[in-house]
């Protein structure tokens, strides 16, 4: 796929290639904090905008016109696969996703449908239309939401800080969490493949909330599924694996065997890269928050992190999580100009 790219720095490092610089995106990159964004956001609502595959492509546009990105990632929501097993999704302004129908109990769980393909097909047509506009400029990347994350958001209704109904389920059912776990994974698998049989050059799997667990609930509740998804995939593009907050779970990332682990800013990074086999990249870690600061400061925070990777191979460039809506966009621009004037 590579070959066929003007620009393939990401694509390259994600690779463990030797690249004359790093490539950078960010999470969240084609969102709230950009007013061209709203311009589009306040005509629609967020699953018009998923749904719509030419709007998909105008948001998933926004940060490669206006930031010049190293690669573009499908805009979209992790939600979308609970969504078409049968959660009723809605997003309301200030509070965030909501499922009005929580599954909590067995009966919940069988009414769970894993064979949902066409209702995804949204997503496919958004991949082949941003393919179409990119016309080989810079990779796009896929993505989808790790199984845990995604049985969080379906048995608490919504996002939490506690995670008391999903833990409750670990605890006191392991079996049930375990059988909409793998319905999850199964469905998982399905669809980041239907993505690259459509065209992304990459894909991105994220456990949003793995720092929620314990070391054990991890390894049996989150890492066991994404090992198996992992393992599953078609792997003609590279994969990428994300943990927010979670570096702490980097060894098991590693046996999950995919081509770049993705690390949050409290983890460094020059540190968990040598502990990574031969041929495996990584991504990070800026803490978001910088973005807030000075213009010196970003600065000097992002060229502490390059330069710490200076010498490795299989470095890409990014946030520990995604942007926030009110950081300033001429922050999040000149980030961007910063990392891409580094020269190794």
Known sequence: MSTELKNDLFIRAALAEQTERPPIWMM??????MPEYWEIKNKYSFLEMCKTPEIAADVTMLPVDLLDTDAAILFSDILVTPEAMGGDLSFEQGVGPRFSNPVRTWEDAKRLDVDVLPKLKYVADAIQVIQQRLNGRIPLIGFAGAPFTIL????????TKDFKNTKLL??????LAHYILQKIADLTVDYLNMQIAVGVDAVQLFDSWASAL???DYKEFSHAYNQQIISKLNRSVPVISFCKGASVFAPLLIETNPNVISIDWNADIRTVKNSLPEGMAIQGNLDPFVLYADKKVIKAKILNIIESMRGEKGFIFNLGHGIM????????????????????
């Open 28 to 33: 969240r990159q084609a969102g709230r904090f």
């Open 152 to 159: 969080s958001y379906l048995v608490e209704g919504s996002s």
């Open 170 to 175: 670990l605890n006191n059912d392991p079996e």
């Open 214 to 216: 314990s070391w054990n």
């Open 325 to 344: 809506p009110d950081i300033p966009f001429e922050n999040v621009k000149y980030a961007f100009e910063v990392v891409k004037e580094f020269r190794y």
